[in-house]
């Protein structure tokens, strides 16, 4: 089956800096990509996604990119801000949708003011 | 429009014991799942279903049973509870098909002493 490893396991960074969370997966059949938020005692939610036949996607401040040969994608925040302090997750499946998702472990996110 | 719904939020329980956590979703939704979350683990998929009368297994799916007799219902069966399956578990939906996106309920806490 699929497996997902996610690094680093927990990021600090200052207010305004950049971070960026990477992913790598196991299986090559594999073309969903999608991140996921989860702040403190709340549920997933979804931030953004890819699919393997696009290689980067931005929305505003966040971005993913997809390197489908070197089986990685990874998430950027740019001009952090402390509402962005949470655990995120990244995950893979071989659906176009979000049907059977396997997840990383996660990154606990904290954004210092 | 509730989204996915999940009772209870909270249950402690017995070794021994058998308990049902329920999930619901009212968006006509053909894909249901069931994860837990662990701390450093991730989410991990317990069952899976993408249709009513169809169940299926996921990664972790040992003491648990599911059915799914309505579009809109999936039930997660605890036959006998295990100081392993002290977790929080999610029900999560989605339709099939490309570009459909995953949406998470609000978490099950169990406890099991």
């Known amino acids: 089956g699929e497996n997902v490893e996610q690094h680093p396991s927990t990021l600090s960074v200052q207010e305004g800096d950049s971070a960026v969370i990477k992913c790598t997966y196991s299986d090559s059949a594999s073309n969903y990509f999608p991140w996921y938020k989860q702040e403190l005692g709340k549920r997933p939610q979804l931030i953004i996604d890819?699919?393997?036949?696009?290689g980067e996607k931005k929305d505003q401040r966040i971005a993913v990119t997809l390197n489908k040969t070197a089986k990685h994608f990874s998430l950027h925040i740019t001009e952090t801000q402390p509402e962005d302090s949470a655990v995120y997750f990244c995950a893979a499946s071989r659906g176009s949708s979000g049907d059977k998702l396997t997840f990383g472990t996660g990154t606990r996110l904290a954004v210092r003011p | 429009n509730a989204g996915v719904t999940q009772t209870p939020k909270f249950q402690v329980l017995k070794t021994g014991q058998s308990m049902t956590l329920q999930c619901a979703q009212d968006?006509?939704?053909?894909?249901m799942s069931w994860y837990r979350q662990d701390p450093g683990m991730g989410l991990r998929l317990i069952h899976y279903s993408v249709g009513a009368g169809i169940t299926d297994q996921g990664e972790v799916p040992n003491g648990y049973n599911v059915s799914r007799s309505t579009t809109e219902d999936f039930p997660l069966r605890l036959l006998s509870a295990a100081p392993s399956q002290t977790s929080v578990y999610f029900c999560?939906?989605?339709?099939?098909?490309?570009?459909?996106?995953?949406?998470f309920g609000s978490g099950t806490q169990l406890s099991v002493l």
């Open positions: 968006m006509n939704h053909e894909y």
């Open positions: 890819i699919r393997s036949n696009v």
């Open positions: 999560a939906s989605s339709f099939l098909g490309s570009n459909e996106k995953l949406f």
